[in-house]
């Protein structure tokens, strides 16, 4: 008995894979500051979990396969405020927004049909492309430029005849990098050139620190039907459990042939698409207040970050991340060493591996990942964790 070759070379995730040990040494008593994974730790909108206490069914049934037409009129209503127009039909209800990647992916790609992804990535795109049979071609940023897009020269030296598209995530995950209007019209004359499909992760729109206005791929003219949105509600009301995301394109034969994979799978989550549908309604404040305060944890981890030797970050101008270059020749063993041997008050911190956002598993060995997910106290406290735990580190004879 043998699993398949595609079970074989599946990646593990960087944000989980030490998840294992974190367990067990929290149920031993240490506290584990986790910067490793993208989860909120602000509450879900009031407005949503009153609809979770208020849900008056006699049976918890399917829904629709393309998710209830009240949520998908809602989010029309949600996409207005950022100049982006949809209708109810051209909306599909995902299992969060991993499944609408997955759907798109299974929907667009062929066997060995190649897509171009900006390197580093949110891991999980690599595991989706697996999954599709797909190739990841990557393109690699370097935080030395901040992670800005290479030139379009390297991404023509990308494409063949296999290519099919280009993902980018926007604002980045795991950088926090904000694409440029600049970037963005460069891609869209790429994928017209090349008619190709522009696959665009933008659940973090709603963070975004910098005055220039928020570029979205469903903005760019001439490309409307290549354009493949990926939505998701975890990240903007903290609600990444219920699993609720959106898949949405103006291209009908793409959108007919999600659907297929939508009614295989059955239906997205009852119970989460009533919370999901009220949190839409969430008052402006909820997602100010929120807003807030991403941006002040933004300044203490990287201002925090960049006081500690041999430590470096550039400002992440989106999201909750930023990628962080380390005196250290190992990542992998380091953010293990730091949950297996590391303790200071019998606490440590949690960190993703770099190597994890890239394909080439030689890149991103002095890296790591951290999501200001945390109020600014323990900020600060996994900030002084992870200078003691570097000199620590450091100290230790090479053959550790």
């Not at 005196?327 to 911190?349: A, Y």
């Amino acid at each position: 008995m043998k699993i398949s070759n595609r079970a074989e070379i599946m990646p593990s995730s960087p944000i989980r894979k030490l998840s294992g040990i974190a367990q067990k040494i929290e149920s031993e008593g240490v506290h584990v500051y986790h910067l490793n994974i993208g989860q909120p730790d602000l509450p879900t909108p009031e407005i949503g979990l009153e609809a979770a206490r208020n849900i008056d069914r006699k049976v918890l049934e399917y829904s629709p396969s393309q998710g209830f037409l009240s949520l998908r009129k809602r989010l029309c209503d949600y996409y207005a405020q950022y100049q982006i127009k949809f209708d109810p039909d051209d909306i599909i209800v995902t299992c969060g927004g991993s499944e609408a990647v997955l759907f798109a992916f299974m929907t667009c790609l062929n066997p060995g049909d190649e897509i171009i992804v900006p390197e580093p990535a949110y891991a999980n795109y690599m595991a989706f492309a697996v999954s599709a049979g797909a190739v990841i071609k990557p393109i690699v940023s370097t935080i030395e430029d901040g992670f800005a897009l290479p030139p379009v020269e390297k991404f023509e030296e990308l494409i063949t005849e296999k290519t099919k598209g280009i993902l980018i995530c926007n604002p980045n995950n795991p950088t926090g990098y904000l694409y440029t209007r600049k970037e963005m019209l460069q891609l869209r004359d790429l994928v017209k050139k090349y008619d190709l499909f522009l696959f665009s992760d933008e659940v973090y729109r709603e963070f975004i620190y910098t005055g220039s206005p928020y570029i979205s791929a469903c903005h760019l003219d001439g490309i409307e039907q290549n354009v493949i949105l990926i939505d998701s509600v975890s990240k903007r009301y903290s609600e990444c459990g219920i699993r609720i995301g959106a898949l949405a394109t103006k291209n009908n034969q793409v959108r007919d042939a999600v659907m297929k994979f939508c009614q295989a799978r059955l239906s997205p989550p009852l119970i989460g698409q009533i919370i999901a549908e009220a949190s839409v309604s969430a008052p402006r404040d909820y997602m100010a207040n929120t807003y807030e305060e991403f941006i002040n944890r933004r300044k203490c981890l990287i201002d925090g970050l960049n006081k500690i030797p041999g430590v470096y970050s550039p400002i992440p101008m989106g999201a909750f991340y930023t990628t962080v270059k380390l005196p250290i020749d190992d990542c992998e063993k380091f953010c293990k060493w730091c949950l297996t041997d590391f303790r200071r008050n019998n606490k440590t911190i949690m960190l993703a591996p770099g190597t994890g956002f890239y394909s080439d598993p030689n890149m991103g060995r002095d890296q790591v990942r951290m999501a200001y997910v945390l109020e600014i106290k323990e900020l600060k406290e996994a900030l002084s964790l992870l200078g003691q735990a570097l000199e620590e580190y450091n100290s230790l004879p090479k053959d550790k």
